[in-house]
T-cell receptor, first 113, second 117 residues
């Protein structure tokens, strides 16, 4: 079956612009996670959803970052007024339950010029 | 404080040999899970193996096994009979079942493994 998909695969934007990153989880997976991976580091947790609601958003670095999952499936990570420090690979993962292994998408590489 | 420590930035192993990638963790939870993921140059994170804190036996998945030493808080990954395709970054991660951050994974910084012919 299809895995987790993320679009776009690459996004280049200018400082101060708004971007949206999309994640399509594996069908039937109730939990969805967003991580950010900077160069040479492991992924860092941003936010996770159980169903439609954000169960924990403690990893979001500031209020420029926001994520939604309105119908409990596809999720969008939104970044306002992008900064050069936001450049990273944004990874999405989904799992069937909260205690199960997370399956990751290929990521979106965001570059802020 | 770092919850997952991977002390080996890079490792080399010859094809067909076994290799151990180190991982130590820090938690005060009694219930937690330990994961290993592989990240090839393509960037996708591939799940390899899982060990629950209450599992008494070490987890195994094909050529992968997890050497779980609870008292030492270590969860080393052993790859047997290395193949050229095993060359990648390897990340150890922990899920704390009662932490404030819910069920998110805490990742280490990773170990780069290069398998040579």
């Amino acid at each position: 079956g299809a895995g987790v998909s993320q679009t776009p695969s690459n996004k280049v934007t200018e400082k101060g612009k708004y971007v949206e990153l999309r994640c399509d989880p594996i069908s039937g997976h109730t939990a969805l996670y967003w991580y950010r991976q900077s160069l040479g580091q492991g992924p860092e947790f941003l936010i996770y959803f159980q169903g439609t609601g954000a169960a924990d958003d403690s990893g979001l670095p500031n209020d420029r970052f926001f994520a939604v999952r309105p119908e409990g499936s596809v999720s969008t990570l939104k970044i306002q007024r992008t900064e050069r420090g936001d450049s990273a690979v944004y990874l999405c993962a989904s799992s069937f339950g909260l205690l199960n292994e997370q399956f990751f998408g290929p990521g979106t590489r965001l570059t802020v010029l | 404080a770092q919850k997952i420590t991977q002390t080996q930035p890079g490792m080399f192993v010859q094809e067909k040999e076994a290799v151990t990638l180190d991982c130590t963790y820090d938690t005060s939870d009694q219930s937690y899970g330990l994961f290993w993921y592989k990240q090839p140059s393509s960037g996708e994170m591939i799940f390899l193996i899982y060990q629950g804190s209450y599992d008494e036996q070490n987890a195994t998945e094909g050529r992968y096994s997890l050497n779980f030493q609870k008292a030492r808080k270590s969860a080393n990954l052993v790859i047997s009979a290395s193949q050229l395709g095993d060359s990648a970054m390897y990340f150890c991660a922990m899920r704390e079942d009662y932490s404030n951050s819910g069920y998110a994974l805490n990742f280490g910084k990773g170990t780069s493994l290069l398998v040579t012919p």
